[in-house]
């Protein structure tokens, strides 16, 4: 069982749709949850960071901490084109890094 | 803050040379900075791990003597591509964590590189 998973997707919405994003992991340790925004040949970009269970708001973009389900989420409000990326989640626990395999979304104008 | 700098951005290489990728922290001091490689729509490959002033980590499969990494400082990290082959050719990404921080890794933009 891999220690985070993440659905590949592809998702696919129209514009102006909620997106949600989900991952989902197995080692209680995880403390840091996050999420990235790899557009197409760059590197990843870091759009949200979380400590604790809960939700934190970024403008459209909300991040859901659920650590008794070992669940986490983003979700993309009025989702626009420029949205379209792959979203990878990731989760630390000490010095230790795992990212999740990306989901690819497509914002359709 | 957080900026991760890498160059250079794409390279093309002839089969047999050596290729250096510099990952650079700008505005901050990087405890651990981390190598990965990516192949198209695949997620991120864990390379190496590296701290300043010591050895680098690598992950199980990786070629040590191949991918030399080197940690020279606490900005800068440089991944030497020896004796490329067209299997090397790559998305290189590079990403560091802030010293005395307990957060996240910012990336660089990666390097693009092509073995003919």
Not at chain 1, 63 to 76: E, G, M, N, P, T
Not at chain 2, 48 to 58: D, H, I, Q
Request: proline content about 4%.
């Amino acid at each position: 069982q891999k220690e985070v998973e993440q659905d590949p997707g592809p998702l696919s919405v129209p514009e102006g749709a909620i997106v949600s994003l989900n991952c989902t992991y197995s080692n209680s340790a995880f403390q840091y949850f996050m999420w990235y925004r790899q557009y197409s040949r760059k590197g990843p970009e870091l759009l949200m960071y979380t400590y604790s269970s809960g939700n934190k708001e970024d403008g459209r973009f909300t991040a859901q901490v659920d650590k008794s389900s070992k669940y986490i989420s983003l979700f993309i409000r009025d989702s626009q084109p420029s949205d379209s990326a792959t979203y990878l989640c990731a989760m630390r626990a000490g010095n230790q890094f795992y990212f999740g395999t990306g989901t690819s979304l497509t914002v359709i104008p | 803050g957080a900026v991760v700098s890498q160059h250079p951005s794409w390279v093309i290489c002839k089969s047999g040379t050596s290729v250096k990728i510099e990952c650079r922290s700008l505005d901050f001091q990087a405890t651990t900075m981390f190598w990965y490689r990516q192949f198209p729509k695949q997620s991120l490959m864990l390379m190496a791990t590296s701290n300043e002033g010591s050895k680098a980590t690598y992950e199980q499969g990786v070629e040590k003597d191949k991918f030399l990494i080197n940690h020279a400082s606490l900005t800068l990290s440089t991944l030497t591509v020896t004796s490329a082959h067209p299997e090397d050719s790559s998305f290189y990404i590079c990403s560091a964590t802030r010293r005395g921080g307990t957060d996240t890794q910012y990336f660089g933009p990666g390097t693009r590189l092509t073995v003919l």
